[in-house]
Nanobody, 125 residues
Framework: QVQLEESGGGLVQAGGSLRLSCAAS????????VGWFHQAPGKEREFVAA????????SYADSVKGRFTISRDNAKNTVYLQMNSLKPEDTAVYYC??????????????????WGQGTQVTVSS
């Protein structure tokens, strides 16, 4: 089990960019799949992107392909989500999670056992 902490959220205008960070402590992410999900008020937590720590393979939701990039820094035990061309519909609380399962389950929140507290992203039109 690892502890995760997100940072980097904020208020940005449509078309702008943000970079979210997910720092892990209490253990290594070396055997995990790490994913980003977002949750808007009244909605379920939805998949955004995931990365397999072991080989760097990635997966994205269709809605963010070409705009968002997930990456990892082994030395810092940190995962990043670079978000470009932001849209008002990207507004949500963004959570990072760690899963013992492979990347093929990376889009399913139920397979993630450890979560951060979330960071708010607000995109104004």
């Amino acid at each position: 089990q690892v502890q995760l902490e997100e940072s980097g959220g904020g208020l940005v205008q449509a078309g702008g960019s943000l970079r979210l960070s997910c720092a892990a402590s209490g253990g290594t992410l070396a055997t995990y799949t790490v994913g980003w999900f977002h949750q808007a008020p009244g909605k379920e937590r939805e998949f955004v992107a995931a990365v397999s720590w072991s080989d760097g393979a990635t997966s994205y939701a269709d809605s963010v392909k070409g705009r968002f990039t997930i990456s990892r820094d082994n030395a810092k035990n940190t995962v990043y989500l670079q978000m470009n061309s932001l849209k008002p519909e990207d507004t949500a609380v963004y959570y990072c999670g760690a899963s013992y399962y492979s990347l093929i389950y990376g889009d399913r929140a139920a397979y993630f056992s450890d979560w951060g507290q979330g960071t708010q992203v607000t995109v104004s039109s």
